[in-house]
């Protein structure tokens, strides 16, 4: 059957392995099996996306979880980090979304979260893994009287709705034009209501989802036409989810675009003044700009590097006792108030930020020196090691060299596809684009598909 769990989840193209019906199945009834000896509550949350192949998910899911025993609560089309916080809140024993993310409408997946509304441990992850391929609760049936049952929490959207708005002791954010981009994805309907339930004016877009336009030419990954659209309308700023809602990219007044790195230098930025940055540091991984980095230090703020993921992220916040970390991509993660990466509430920071320092997103974003980056994505048949790739190797020691301390390169397989991604940064922007181009030819001769 194949390793299951990737970087983020389970995850892969819809009705092939291992996003099947029949692993859907297994995983749920390993999972339930699991939680069901852990945990004294029966309770597991189950939340999805707007992906047609939600549907086939949501039921075998549902099916293995309830054939052990525990009790279903399903809460339909919800964020990812509303998953989280209910599984928490809840007491419930866990939590299982399934989505694919930011990726294209025919894949899927499934995220799992423990009771603390965080996502699993690796070893939990791979002990679950191991029994689902090894098929060792297949056949392991309860008597029929003890079968779980299944509900419908009807109140889920407003229980996440309060507390979304909490997070900002429901601040006021009237005379604020708000551009929202919901990528026809889970916040397709709460995400709206929230910010217009606290007073600002809001331009929605990308909120008719049909199981196929998720992420459709919209969303986190295309801010261009969100800048149109904040252009257009004179609005304040423009905020553009991805298809789970975990993550956020930010289009300020002009159009122009504020990603990861610029948003937790302002959010690290505004806690510090305020007192709240847990020992004055910052949690990001390897991919973040070295101007992020530059500005950190020169407001004696301390940055912790992590491998690439929001998982990992969080784990060293939880290690290290911080409460601010995220990614360039848009994963933010507020510790004081979510287990995971929450777009609607980095988005809810961000406003409130904007009225109490009373300055323009633009202003804000402006506290970063960006150096010039370049990011490339190689489609690749196979993921041999790296050090193996012989050519690549001497255009990334040539690159090295030219670079000295003045730039850098990473170069690593993504954890969710098959995938080669290229980042090449540096000072000058004529040498990032010959760098990059050059680390790309080497790469597509000896592994591109």
Known sequence: MGKLFGTDGIRGTANTHPITAETALLVGKTAGYVFGKES???????????????????TAVTSGLLSMGMDVFLVGPMPTPAVAHLTRSMAAAAGFMLTASHNPADDNGIKIFGPDGYKLSDALEERIEQMVLAGSVVSDHIPSDQIGKAYRIEDARGRYIEFAKSSIHNHSLAGLKVALDCANGAAYFVGPLIFRELGAEVIKVAVSPDGHN?????????????????????????????????RVIFCDAAGNAVDGDKVM??????????????????????????????????????????????????????????????????????????????GIVTALHILAMMQKRQATLAELASVVRVYPQRLTSIKVQAKPPLESLTEL???????????????????????????LRILVECKDEAQADHWIARLQAAAEKEIGV
């Open 265 to 342: 230098a302002m959010c690290a930025l505004d806690l510090q003044r305020d007192g709240l940055l847990a020992k004055d540091t910052l949690v990001v991984t390897t991919m973040s700009n070295l101007g992020l980095h530059e500005t950190m230090r020169e407001h004696g703020i301390a940055v912790e590097v992590t491998d690439v993921g929001d998982r990992q992220v969080i784990e060293r916040m939880c290690e290290g006792g911080f409460n601010l970390g995220g990614e360039q991509s848009g994963h933010v993660i507020f510790g004081d108030y979510a287990t995971t990466g929450d």
């Open 214 to 246: 998720i992420n459709d030419g919209v969303g986190a990954l295309y801010p261009e036409s969100l800048g149109k659209l904040v252009r257009e309308n004179g609005a304040d700023i423009g905020i553009a989810l991805d298809g789970d809602a975990d």
């Open 40 to 58: 004294k509550s029966k309770r597991v949350i189950v939340g999805k996306d707007t992906r047609l192949s939600g549907y086939m998910l949501e």
């Open 393 to 419: 190797q001497t255009e990334l020691a040539a690159c090295h060299a030219a670079f000295g301390s003045e730039g850098r390169t990473l170069v690593r397989y993504s954890g969710t596809e098959n995938r």
